[in-house]
């Protein structure tokens, strides 16, 4: 499985940022890790199979997944960034039974305030 991940850059605080992921095949679940500097992974936010969504605490609000697991395509729209939500965005997917997921490469979001 190969995971694309695409988007982010750079963003003031209060400004929008987009990341875009795809899959090269459907996957039961697809979504976004991150990794602050000196910080552990944190799962961000996932679209299932069947629709349902999960975000993190620190993101619900401003943060909204899209797309179509099914599809393998997701979209995270991230809107009133704020510095905190600088890091290494890593675009997951899940198959099977398998609780740990297939990774993408990292895409760096930086906000300044």
């Known amino acids: 499985v190969q995971l694309q991940a695409s988007g982010g850059g750079l963003a003031q605080a209060g400004g929008t940022l987009r990341l875009f992921c795809t899959a090269s095949?459907?996957?039961?679940?697809i979504g976004w890790y991150r990794q602050a500097p000196g910080k552990g992974r944190e799962l961000v936010a996932t679209l299932s199979l069947g629709g349902s969504t999960y975000y993190a605490d620190s993101v619900k609000g401003r943060f909204t997944i899209s797309g179509d697991a099914a599809g393998a395509t997701v979209t995270l729209q991230m809107d009133s960034l704020k510095p905190e939500d600088t890091a290494t965005y890593y675009c997951?997917?899940?198959?099977?039974?398998?609780?740990?997921?297939?990774w993408g490469k990292g895409t760096l979001v930086t906000v300044s305030s």
């Open positions: 997951a997917a899940w198959y099977g039974s398998n609780t740990t997921p297939h």
């Open positions: 095949r459907s996957a039961n679940a």
